[in-house]
């Protein structure tokens, strides 16, 4: 992930009253896609951003939502890529 999407999710983070330290970002590669986590620090609730092959300013993902089960849900459409913009 860009450093730019980085500042990006702590600046997001920081504008709805949450404690930036209270987060952990961390990156490997998932089938050959770089992939960042943000985890909530003792806690299930956790966002996938999975970069697109062709472009850093692109990504499929998903989270956890606050339900009983802390089921994970798309973060966009099905098998295809959105902006960052759109991750909002």
């Not at 970069?51 to 802390?70: I, K």
């Amino acid at each position: 992930m860009l450093k730019r999407f980085k500042n990006d999710i702590h600046t997001i983070i920081s504008e709805s009253g949450f404690d930036p330290k209270r987060f952990e970002l961390y990156a490997y590669t998932e089938e050959g896609n770089a992939t960042s986590i943000l985890d909530l620090i003792n806690s299930p609730l956790t966002f996938y951003f999975t970069n697109s092959e062709t472009s850093w300013f692109h990504f499929r993902g998903s989270y956890t939502r606050f339900l009983p089960d802390y089921p994970l849900y798309p973060l966009g459409p099905d098998n295809s890529y959105i902006s960052f913009d759109d991750c909002r």
